[in-house]
């Protein structure tokens, strides 16, 4: 295990996330499965690959994988407590627990996130603890009456594991989650090992970066609306900026690049929440989530959340004349009718919406932050008594009343979008400690 110090912080990451690294930083295009550095003295550690060796792409593993393999110390013999929920798999879909028990680990409590042990809750919908009735663990919720693990739920607990697999997105809560385990963790002089998983939308930074006086539970670190990082990364970042002092060890990914989406890796996808039900719903989701804080849907209660807006008074056509198409590249966009069924959010119940469906054509070139503002613009332009964006709830989303306040004054989008880059440009170097990817 191998410690270093970053701005007075104590940061310990385990031996295997370095050995990633260096052999990932040593050739980058050709990514391999690392030698165990168990076995080989950092000196030993290769910087060049035989051709040989890298004919055939080594299959992605996430660290479920990786903690059994090479890093099971870190649990073997400990009681531990899983914080995870149905997405939480190997690479063939086999859940932690499962492979937990059969490597003969000491589980003795399960903690589930927003929607549950089992992905079924609605957003925001309180999550009661309960008995897990295959394994007779406990399941305590943190979103339910508490948002963190007490004392008496951490009792008899040495090493929280985490598998959460984030959708890539400052608006998810999985990594405030996190946070609270992480703070529970250092108070009580617990370890936590987070098993690390990629990010399903890969690499890209876009967005607006928070402003910290508008962080919540949906907003955790000032960070951007896409933020290129993996949980596991997310975490160390955390505990630096956030003064956590946690015993954190993450377990990376094996033969991932960060420009490498989920659809590349062969890895399974799983609903990390009702309505983010494909790949394509998480690569819209930066953008379009912040139509929840406006009078419009985002599809809630239809088979296309977050692929789609709209409202009864939407002049879908007269919004779309207003888009620069040829300015917004690796999207198409399509006037639709919907009908939201019990929808979560309340929007239009059994009401038919006249919507704008959108439909990613090239997920490299496609900024659904960007495409957001174009069309906050051009419905505020179109409708600018209807779209009402609701300050308390916007800004949450938002991360400030900047974005609000610019768009209800008229100002050009793409030039709001270029007031971004500066402090776009500042956090990439900021969290530049903490990547573990090439």
Request: glycine share 10%; charged share 15%.
């Amino acid at each position: 295990m191998t410690t270093s110090t970053h701005g007075g912080l104590m940061v310990k990451v385990s031996v295997i996330a370095l050995a990633l690294l260096s052999v990932a930083c040593a050739k980058a295009s050709s990514p391999v499965s690392p030698p165990n550095p168990e076995r080989l003295p950092p000196s030993a550690v290769p910087t060049a690959v035989p051709p040989a060796a890298v004919s055939t792409p080594a299959p992605v593993l996430p660290g479920i994988e990786g903690i059994l393999s090479d890093s099971v110390r870190l649990i073997q013999g400990r009681a531990v407590g899983l914080v995870s929920n149905q997405s939480g798999v190997d690479g063939s879909g086999v859940s932690d627990v499962e492979r937990l028990l059969h490597a003969k680990i000491r589980l003795v409590a399960l903690f589930s996130p927003e929607h549950g042990f089992r992905g079924t809750a609605g957003p925001g919908q309180v999550v009661s603890t309960t008995v897990d009735s295959a394994t007779g663990l406990p399941i305590y919720s943190l979103y339910g009456r508490t948002y963190a693990p007490t004392d008496s739920m951490l009792a008899g607990i040495d090493v929280l594991v985490v598998d959460l697999p984030d959708v890539g997105a400052r608006y998810f809560t999985w990594l405030s989650t996190t946070i609270e385990v992480m703070r529970a963790s250092a108070r009580l002089g617990k370890t936590v090992v987070v098993l690390d998983r990629p990010n399903p939308i890969g690499g890209a930074v876009q967005g607006n970066v928070l402003e910290w006086s508008h962080h919540s539970f949906v907003g955790a670190l000032a960070m951007p609306m896409r933020h290129g990082l993996t949980l596991g990364e997310l975490a160390r970042l955390a505990n630096l900026d956030l003064g956590l002092g946690a015993d954190l060890h993450v377990i990376p990914v094996r033969n991932w690049r960060r420009d490498v989406t989920l659809e590349s890796t062969g890895l399974p996808f799983l609903r990390p929440s009702p309505n983010l039900k494909d790949l394509e719903s998480l690569f819209h989701y930066p953008g379009t989530c912040l139509f929840e804080g406006t009078a419009l849907s985002v599809g809630r209660g239809t088979e296309f959340p977050y692929h789609q807006i709209g409202a009864p008074w939407l002049d879908a056509q007269a919004v779309l004349a207003q888009l620069p198409l040829d300015r917004l590249p690796g999207v198409r966009f399509e006037s639709v009718q919907f009908t939201p069924e019990q929808p979560a959010d309340g929007k239009f119940p059994g009401v038919q919406v006249r919507g704008i469906r959108l439909t990613m054509t090239d997920s490299r070139l496609y900024d659904p932050t960007l495409t957001a503002v174009v069309l906050l613009a051009a419905i505020h332009r179109v409708h600018p008594d209807s779209l009402r964006m609701v300050p308390a709830q916007f800004d949450r989303l938002a991360g400030g009343s900047s974005l609000r306040e610019a768009l209800v004054s008229g100002k050009d989008p793409y030039a709001i979008v270029a007031g971004w880059q500066s402090d776009l440009t500042t956090w990439t170097r900021h969290r530049q400690p903490v990547l573990l990817y090439p």
